[in-house]
Structure formats: C-alpha cells, structure tokens
C-alpha cells in the first residue's frame, strides 16, 4: 500500500538552494506508533484513520520507508548558544518531508530524530523516546494551554539502539508547525556574509506569514515590528504559567513566535523566580525570571541581522519598545489570572507584590491560582483552607497582599462567583509536570504507553477539572523534587 500523507513539495524549497540540503532519512528497524494525535490530524482536514492505520505512513513517519516524494530536506541556521555565536547549526535531526494545506492552513511536516543531515556535526540525527515523549505532549500541552507553539501529529518508536548516558531506544517526533524557520536561519545569512538572501527570506515570511507587512512603508521594519510583539506575547504567556524552556538560544527562537524546540524544559511546580529547569545551565542564564531579558537580547541579535535591510535606528527604536510590549502582555494576562476585570495604573506592583510574598514560601505556582479564585472579598475572612496548606514558609506577608488583593476587588465590585469561574477558564489545574512525565515515560520504556495517552487526554484541556486525572492535578511527590533534566536528547 503507498502512503497516504498529503505532502507537497516544501515551500521553503523555492528559497536558494544554500539556505537547504536535499537529504533522505536513515530507516530505523521495524517501527511502531508510540502515539498518535487524532484531534491534530482532524484540524489538518486528515481523517486519522487513514493516516494511522496505513502501515506505509508509519514507515514514512519514522524516517524508515524505502522511497521519499516529495525529496525532504534540511535547513541551515547559526545561532547564539549561552551567548556565543556558532556559526554552522542546522536541522542536525529533522527532515523537512513537505507541506500540506488541509484544515485551511499551510502547515510544514518535519522528522526530528530520523537521522544525519549535513548538519549533524559530531551527532548521530537521533533522538531517543524519553525526549521524544517530553516534546510530543509538552507542543500539545502547550497548544491546550492556548500557547503559540509548533505541534506533534505522531511518535513512532524503534528498538533500535541509541548512545547518550547510556543505551536507551530511538524515537521519531512528526512536528508541525506553519513554519519552522528561526532567528538562527537570518543569523546565518547575515554572518556569512550573504546579506544579497536576507530580503529573499524576510520576503518569503512575509508572503507567507505576514502579508499585511506588504502595505508598509518598510516591509521589513513591520516584519520585525511583528516579529518582536509575538515574541512579547509568546513569553508573556510562558511566564503566565510558569513554563521554562530551558535553551532559549536564539536557533531556538521561532520567527513566528511560537515555542519551539522542547528540551530540557519544565513547569514551575513551588514559585522560585530563579528556577532554572536546565541542569546544565549552572549560571542560571535561562532562570524563569530571565526569560523576557534573554528574549530582548535574541531579539537584539535577530535585529543586527535586518541591518542591511531596516535602518539602524528604526530597528533600536523598536527594540527599545520591546520591554513595555512585553509588560503590557504579561500585566494583561496576570490581571486575568487574579481575576480583575478593569485595569488600574497599580497593577503592575500589586502583581509584582503577590509574587514578592510567595517567594520562599514553596507555593505550588499552578494550585496557587486556582485556590486563589475561592478568596472572597470580605476583608479579614480567613483564607480558604486549600489555599492556606500551600503554604509551606511564612504566610504572613501573603495575608497582608491579601488584603490589598480584596480592597482592589471591592474597588471594581468583582463578584465572587463569576470571578471563580473566569479565573478557572484561564488557569489551568494541570499542567505537564516533569514528575508527570517521568512517569509515563518509564512506562513507555516498559512498552507502555498509556501513559502518554492519557496524559495527552488531560493536557488537551487542562482548564477543566476532572475525576479521571485527579491524579494529575496533585501537588509533586517527594521524590520529585530530585528530577534533574539535562539536555541530552
Ligand atoms: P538543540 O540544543 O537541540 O537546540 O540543538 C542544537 C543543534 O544541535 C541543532 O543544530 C541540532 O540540530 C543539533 N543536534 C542536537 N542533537 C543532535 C543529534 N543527536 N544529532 C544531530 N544533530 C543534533
Ligand atoms: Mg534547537
């Protein structure tokens, strides 16, 4: 039976042929489906029997069918690593297989973990199915989330061997996204010296992503203009629910503003502003706290990058509005959070306080909200009780906010039990904890994957509470206070 995917050649193919390389994944043995994303494919205008139950599809989904047409291939980008410059990165493990346009949108369809490309540098194009399982449900965890991210239509996995620590299995992610190109791919242009192919890939984004930038006086300043309030917004809504990516170097840094590349990354479970989730990132660059500092920097680096196409100060301009874009994104979706339905010029410090006051307090950032939604407005009521057991250091510097809190609340009439419902419809009762994955993914390694189903199921709408994931709306174990996740992948 021949596959049955509806690709069409990529589009990124009509940009000149330095920005990719024709390339042909490297089959891994006998493959088997570790998960499949029905309701994505639906959105695709796919119906999912058809794509799953055809056995030729999960061979050309795990990089292992014996022909690919379209020809798939791989992008170049350089990038900022921590802050220094490297200049050859690239698709290492993703195969660009093509486009489809089903469910009214142009979505790009890419392999990661399907092998070598030529820029694959000393690694082997794998990747294994403990990562592979954190990128599937933490892209879909975060689209139910509401977040701008790129998607995963399937995992296939393959007993095949791979190397990292030790011998684990290989695994291959389906990502989806409009597009995948990065602030790495204009970083690449510009340092080699290729500047003559910025406005060849500026216009290509535009044409396909950003057509009202056409109507502009400059394009290309419009196309960062947009480039930089999606990137505002983006960690505004990270920062929203406690998400830390964990690499935020500027080839992971999509151009659409979406989250992309999910490594070592991990949801606040106790409110530290200087979390940092990636175990190898002992100076703290990417802390939760930083993350909007570090996105004006790559911006400024994407920025350098438009210099032969936007003049110098327009760019500086823009730049230096970006730091109110990001406060007026994130003030607006934290006034959501607490539950305020009108905007005082105070806000900004009364949320700035409430954080103040849990900092050192091992407050469950993500319980928090929800238990917040049941503080009434009577000044002096004691607090609800599940809010209080959130408390494992001194409260008494929350119960003063609290105060504060319901003098604000009073002032807009806010009435209680609306106010509930509203905070719950935009703060989620789960979300996907590294302690969550652990589990399913020790299950995975076991052969099974139920686990990731359900947790799948749960994250699919993580506003909404319900018995059959009570589990996953608890507080972490003990134990889960040990889980260190590194970048090996
Ligand atoms: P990352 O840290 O995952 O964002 O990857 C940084 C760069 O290393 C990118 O160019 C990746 O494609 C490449 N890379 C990471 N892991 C591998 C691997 N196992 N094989 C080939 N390239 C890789
Ligand atoms: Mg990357």
Not at 471 to 482: C, H, K, L, N, Q
């Amino acid at each position: 039976m021949p596959h049955t995917l509806p690709l069409t050649a990529p589009a990124v193919c009509s940009l000149p042929e330095t920005f990719y390389s024709r390339i042909r994944p490297e089959p891994l043995a006998q493959p088997y489906w570790v998960a499949q994303n029905h309701a994505l494919a639906a959105e695709m205008g796919l119906r999912p029997s058809e794509i799953f139950d055809n056995p030729d599809n999960l061979l050309y989904l795990a990089g292992s069918a014996p022909a690919y047409d379209p020809v798939p291939i791989a992008t170049v980008y350089s990038g900022h690593q921590f802050g220094v410059y490297v200049r050859q990165l690239g698709d290492g493990r993703a195969a660009l297989l093509g486009d489809s346009t089903g469910g009214g949108q142009r979505r790009e369809w890419q392999l990661k973990g399907a092998g070598k490309t030529p820029y694959s540098r000393f690694a082997d194009g794998r990747a294994v199915l403990r990562s592979s399982i954190r990128e599937y449900l933490c892209s879909e965890a975060m689209h139910g989330l509401g977040i701008a991210t790129t998607r995963a239509l399937a995992l296939t996995g393959s007993n095949d061997a791979v190397y990292r620590e030790e011998a684990e299995t290989a695994a291959v992610v389906t990502r989806i996204a409009p597009s995948f190109i990065r602030f790495g791919h204009f970083e690449y242009l510009y340092h080699t010296g290729q500047h003559h192919n910025l406005p060849v890939l500026a216009d290509f984004l535009i044409e396909h992503h950003f057509p009202e930038c056409r109507e502009a006086d400059n394009p290309y300043l419009a196309f960062f203009q947009t480039v930089s309030q999606r990137t505002a917004e983006l960690i505004a809504a990270w920062q929203s629910v406690g998400f830390c990516h964990g690499v935020m170097n500027t080839d992971n840094m999509s151009a659409l503003g979406l989250t992309i590349d999910y490594g070592p990354f991990g949801f606040l479970d106790h409110y530290d502003r200087r979390h940092v989730c990636n175990h190898s990132d002992s100076g703290g660059r990417y802390a939760y706290n930083e993350q909007p500092y570090v996105a004006h920097w790559n911006l400024s680096r994407f920025a350098s990058c438009l210099l032969p196409l936007v003049p110098e100060g327009a760019l500086i301009d823009e730049l230096e509005r970006f730091p109110e874009a990001f406060q007026t994104a994130y003030t607006a979706k934290m006034r959501a959070k607490i539950g305020l339905q009108t905007e005082e010029k105070t806000d900004g410090e009364l949320i700035g306080d409430m954080f103040a006051a849990l900092q050192g307090s091992k407050v469950d950032f993500t319980l928090f909200f929800r238990h917040l939604a049941n503080v009434g407005n009577t000044h002096g009521e004691p607090l609800p009780q599940d809010l209080a057991a959130l408390f494992q250091g001194p409260a008494d510097a929350f119960v003063h906010w609290i105060g504060r809190y319901r003098g604000r609340l009073r002032a807009e009439n806010s009435n209680p039990e609306t106010r509930a419902e509203r905070m719950n419809a935009v703060n989620p009762l789960y979300v996907l904890r590294n302690y969550l994955l652990e589990q399913a993914i020790e299950q995975a390694k076991n052969g099974d994957f139920r686990e990731i189903e359900r947790l799948h199921r749960c994250m699919q709408n993580p506003f909404e509470a319900r018995r059959e994931f009570a589990d996953f709306a608890e507080r972490p174990p003990e134990w889960a206070g040990g889980i260190c996740v590194s970048c090996s992948s």
